[in-house]
Structures are given as C-alpha cells and as structure tokens.
C-alpha cells in the first residue's frame, strides 16, 4: 500500500539521547562487572577466613586462657566469637545487596534493549508487517508502565519523554494506515450489486434496463397493492458485503490500538468521512435525490407519485440492504467498544437517513388532495415494514434522534393520511362539480368515489391500523365500516342535489337508478360487501326498483292517457257500430283519430329523446324497456283492436295507425342506447 519507510534519525528527532543512554548503559554494565568480580574475590577470602578461624577454634579448646594468643576463659572465646561473627554477618548482607543491584541493573537495561528493538520495528512503519508493528507498540507500552514505575532511575524521565513521543508517532502511522486500508477497500454498491440482494419478485425484469426502469433508474412494480404484500410476507433479502470479510480483523485490530491509545475522537473522524461519503454516494447511483418541501409543492402529480413510489422502493433497499450492511461492519471493526461502535454508525448514517425522511416530511406536509391518500397508506405501510429494522439497526443512545426522526415521519404520514380521509368524505358531500351528464347515465363523481373505495379495501390493515393509532376502545372492522358508509351517504346526498339540475323528472329518476345501481353492483362484486353487509345491498336495491318505477311512471304517463278508453264518447261527430259485440259502441271517429295522433306525436318525441338517454348496464336496461314494454304494448294491442276499425274504414288510415305493435316493440330497443342527433335511425 505504498508507506514508506523513514530513517530513525528523521523519524523520532531524537536518536542522540538514545546513543547517550545506551554509552551510559554500557559504563554502568562494565562497572557492574568489575563490581562483580571484587565481591566474588571477597566472598572467597572470607569464606577461607571463615574456615581457618573455624579450625582454630578448634585447636585453641585446651588451651588455658591467659596467654598471649585467645582468652582461656570461656567468657572471653565467646566474646571474640562473636565479635567475628557481627563482622562476617555485614560481609554477607554486602554481598547480598550487590547482587540485588546487579539483577536490577540487568532488568532496566534489558528494558533498553527491548526499547530499541520496538524503535526499529516502529521506524518501518506498519506496512510491511504489521503484527510484528504491533508487537513493538505493546513493548513500548510496556516500557512506559516500567519506566513509571522506577522513578528512582535518574534517566528514567528522559526515557519516558522518548518512548511516549515514539508511541504517539507509532499510533499516528497507525491511524494513516486505518484510514488508507479503509478508504481503498470503501466503494459505492452499484444498483446492480443491490438488486441482486432482493427477493426475486422484487428484482427488476430480465431485459435492457433502459426499456424496464423509469427515468430514475428504478423499476415500478407490477404487482397489485395485495399481492406485492403477500410475496413480501415470503420474501428474503440478502445483506450486501460491503468491505472484504478477511480485511475487518486487520481494521479491528488499529481500531483498538487507537482505542488503548485514547484516539477515539481521531478514529471517529476517520470512520465517518470515508463510510458517509460511500454511503450516500450509493444511494445516488441508485436514484435518491435531496428535495425540499418547495420542490415536491412545484411537482406536477404525475412526476411526483412515480417518485413516491421510487421512494418506497429506495426506503426498502436503504434499511434492508444498505444500512445493514453498513451496520454489520460497523459492529465488527468495533467489537468490544459499545458506545463507540453505535456513534459511528449514528454518524456514518445520518446524513442519508436525513435526505430519505426529508422527502416523506416534504409529502407529509403538502397540500392535501383525495388522490394523495393511496400514496400516502403506501408510504406508511414502508414505515411500518421497516420498523423492526430501524430499531434494531439504530440501537443505542447515539441513534435516538434517527429512531425518533423515523418514528416521526410515520406518526405525521398516519395524521395526513387520515386527515385526507377525513377531507375525502367531506369532498364527496359538497362536490359541486358542473360535469353534464346529460344522457343521465353515471356520473363521473360516482365511478370515482366507488373506485377510491375499492382502492381503500386494499388498504383494509393499513386503514385499521390507523384507526387502531388515532381512535380508542372501538373495534376497527366496525370503524372501517361506519367511515364506507358514511363516504356511501355523502355521494347519495350529493348525486340527489345533482338529480335536481335536470328539468326532466323522468330522467332525474333515471340518473339516480343508474348512479345508486352502479354502487350496488360494485359493492356486491368487492370486499365492501362484507363490510356493508346484505342489508345495505338489499335497501338500495330497492331504492334503485323505486327510481326505475318513478321513471316509467312520469315519463309514460301521458302516452299511455291516449290509449285511455276515459273520454271517448262524444256528441259530435260520425261514430259506428261496434265491431265484435260494438266495442266502439258510442266512440266518437273524431277524438280516436285525434288520440291516435297524439299517440304517434307523444312516442316518437320519446324515441328521440330517450335513445339520447343511456343505461349502461345491460342487465338494468333490458329490464327498464321489458318494463316499459309490458305496460304500453298490451294497452296498444287493445286500443286498436277495439277502436281500430274507426279509423281503417275512414280516408288515410296509415295517417293514424303508423305502427303496429312489432314497430313499437323494435323502436323500445333503441331506448337508453345514448345515440347522438347525427345517428342514424335502425
């Protein structure tokens, strides 16, 4: 890795007072040596001393006392004795001493060689072998607990001051050589290398990426709501390696000789520059912008939803993925240093985490609108999948403020979301929109508020969940329930002040049957039934039956008045005998023409204008014209079997009798068909 080695003289800037210690060192072994000699011939002098006064002792027993040699009294012999004996006890205390200061003179110089044997390894740096570098910072470690131990060595000051200033040298190449394995071996995951690591349904399609991924490079999911939750229930995810598994010991074990060393500040600087910086530059690659709340306010909401949904995604690969992986190499250079293990992941991730939950704040905040409400469940949904992780990942004090950030924006994105639910109903109520709907089939209001309430029943455990946060005691099935029914009745009051605009009754009860059969049928064909029940599908199928009579009633009141027997006598006027028993009897020739021809007038202004009118379910508009059918056919078939004849035998029966009952019939089964004017007749 290209450190290179420095010449001990330029490396520590104080060779010279080693060159002094070692002369004196040597001085002091030489003069130790000759003192060791002397004291061994002293030692044998004595001892030959010791013995030949032994024997004389001996000798001298018969001896009187009294002469010119030893006392003969006992009394004297033991006094001579031991006066002897005092001197050669001192002789031997002397000797003794001077062997314990040879021995400690040999441990402090072999403390100086160990000195300069660790000083030569530090000089060549840790590069070449590191644990033998290492070794020699644990020996200089050493010599500093000696040294400070034996105060009384009147060098010993000089060679603290040395060996400190060589260890804090040896640990600052230590730190270089952390920061130079760390930042060679930290490099941006690509997209690639990260798609790899998701469960397979979640994993872009096989093909060019540019013909699969947005413009962010992400893939939208092509999964249902329901269906992209179930394949997550079963889904793996496979944590990114992110640093070699073989280099972590290496990096682990400079960590902790900073550590000892007191330079965790210096190793936590070191750490989070060259981790942060790899970090989010990945999340860059992968297509994670920094936006502010004016951004997304600016944001068309067609661009803005495509990036909210890329948000998800990045959200699930950030947590599950790359702060994973982030979190486990942390762990491991860091074992064994709790406090400081957590700090630098805190600070390593922050600055990402920061720039993720900005854009869900930013959502969180905008203007509320109806359609934001799908988005806005699909984004606490996220944070509520990937709860578990950032508790676990973001462990300890030093992660309190992310894991509080991160439960923020989730609480503020479950009080948005509810908050539009709220405006939603509200909206539905007081809609005043002036869409014509002019052939009285569905209003565009209703398909989309039945819409957004199949939509919902996907979010049936989001909803309740957030029920279940914002609402106490009640059952949230019961809620989820009452809130469908509430947004049911909101778009009846409104569709029924909408009825109000046509002048037409007849088609006001038409526009209400088509619009609540619509909701009916929908409700009977989704989730929502078993919310609603039977019992609002069976009353509002009555309500639908009502309308539909109502609609027959006005609108065929009139036409079916003509084929009315009421009124038919009169004073003026040509009449003729009934034909099969006088079934005429008594009718003037004058008022069946004139019924007759109001009859034609009434029906064909009824064709124009109700083949205008459109009943888009099939089922519902075959039956209103059987209906119709059932009551003005029967009463044709009779008025003109029974006062029929007037008019045949007149001038221009064809005038009066246009259409026989098969004409009717065919002209009913252009009804409710929302022909235009320019159409033309079958």
């Not at 209003?443 to 819409?451: D, M």
């Not at 001038?651 to 009717?664: C, F, W």
Request: charged share 25%; net charge neutral.
């Amino acid at each position: 890795m290209g450190v290179p080695v420095r010449t001990a003289a330029t490396a520590t800037g104080g060779g010279g007072g080693v060159d002094m210690l070692s002369e004196r060192a040597t001085k002091m072994r030489e003069a130790l040596q000759k003192s060791e000699s002397i004291t061994d011939k002293t030692v044998s002098i004595l001892g030959s001393f010791d013995h030949r006064l032994s024997a004389l002792e001996t000798a001298m027993q018969p001896t009187q006392y009294g002469g010119n040699k030893l006392p003969r009294s006992e009394k004297g012999r033991k006094a001579f004795l031991v006066g002897f004996g005092i001197r050669t006890l001192a002789i031997r205390k002397a000797h003794e001493n001077i062997d314990k200061t040879l021995k400690a003179a040999e441990v402090i110089l072999s403390q100086f060689d160990i000195s300069v044997q660790a000083e030569a390894k530090i000089l060549k740096g840790p590069h070449e072998d590191l644990e033998s570098y290492l070794q020699a910072i644990e020996q200089l470690r050493n010599s500093i607990w000696f040294f400070s131990d034996h105060k009384s060595f009147k060098s010993s000051d000089g060679v603290l001051n040395h060996t400190n200033n060589l260890l804090a040298k040896a640990i600052s190449k230590l730190e270089e050589e952390f920061k130079q394995i760390l930042s060679s071996y930290s490099k941006p995951v690509e997209p690639e290398r990260l798609f790899e690591c998701l469960p397979n349904s979640m994993r872009p399609s096989s093909g060019s990426p540019g013909d699969q991924a947005d413009s962010s490079g992400m893939i939208p999911s092509s999964h249902s709501h329901s269906d992209h939750q179930n394949s997550e229930e079963n889904s793996a995810y496979t944590t990114p390696t992110l640093i070699p598994p073989r280099i972590l010991p290496l990096l682990h074990d400079l960590a902790l000789q900073m550590v000892e060393a007191g330079n965790q500040q210096q190793l936590l600087i070191i750490y989070r520059e060259a981790r942060s910086q790899v970090l989010e530059e990945s999340l860059r690659k992968l297509g994670v912008e920094k936006l502010s709340k004016d951004d997304v306010q600016k944001m068309q909401w067609e661009v803005l939803e495509a990036k909210i949904g890329n948000w998800i995604h990045f959200m699930r690969i950030a947590v599950k993925l790359l702060f994973a992986g982030e979190r486990k190499v942390c762990d491991q250079i860091f074992e064994g240093f709790n406090p400081l293990m957590d700090q630098c992941f805190a600070e390593v991730t922050a600055g990402s985490v920061a720039v993720l939950l900005s854009f869900g704040h930013a959502i969180a905040k905008s203007k509320r609108s109806p359609e934001k409400l799908f988005v806005l469940l699909d984004m606490y949904e996220i944070m509520r999948e990937i709860h578990s992780e950032i508790e676990s990942l973001f462990r300890g004090q030093p992660c309190n403020e992310i894991r509080e950030s991160a439960l923020g924006l989730t609480k503020r994105l479950a009080q948005t979301a509810q908050e539009t639910f709220g405006d939603f109903e509200e909206a539905v109520e007081k809609d005043a929109t002036k869409t014509a709907v002019a052939d009285g089939t569905v209003h565009p209001l209703t398909s989309y508020v039945i819409n957004y309430v199949k939509f919902l029943f996907d979010y049936q455990s989001t909803l309740k969940q957030l029920f279940r946060e914002f609402e106490n005691g009640d059952d949230s099935n019961s809620q989820l329930a009452d809130v469908t029914m509430r947004i049911m009745q909101a778009l009846q009051t409104n569709l029924d002040g909408k009825s109000k605009q046509y002048k037409d009754p007849s088609l006001t009860h038409l526009f209400l049957m088509n619009n609540i059969h619509y909701m009916v049928r929908s409700v009977r064909r989704s989730e929502a039934k078993d919310l609603l029940g039977d019992d609002w599908v069976q009353r509002h199928r009555r309500v639908v039956q009502q309308h539909a009579n109502q609609y027959k009633r006005i609108a065929w009141a009139k036409i079916l008045q003509c084929l009315s027997v009421q009124g038919l006598t009169s004073s003026g006027g040509g009449s003729v005998a009934g034909m099969d028993g006088g079934n005429s009897s008594g009718a003037s020739r004058a008022i069946i023409k004139d019924r007759l021809k109001t009859f034609n007038m009434q029906f064909e202004e009824l064709h124009q204008r109700q083949s205008q009118w459109t009943v888009p379910d099939t089922e519902l508009r075959e039956s209103l014209r059987l209906a119709v059918a059932e009551v003005l056919l029967p009463a044709y078939r009779s008025f003109i079997k029974r006062f029929g004849p007037l008019v045949e035998n007149g001038k221009n029966p064809q005038k009066y009798i246009r259409y026989n009952p098969e004409d009717l019939e065919h002209m009913l089964g252009e009804f409710f068909e929302g022909k235009t004017l320019n159409d033309p007749k079958r």
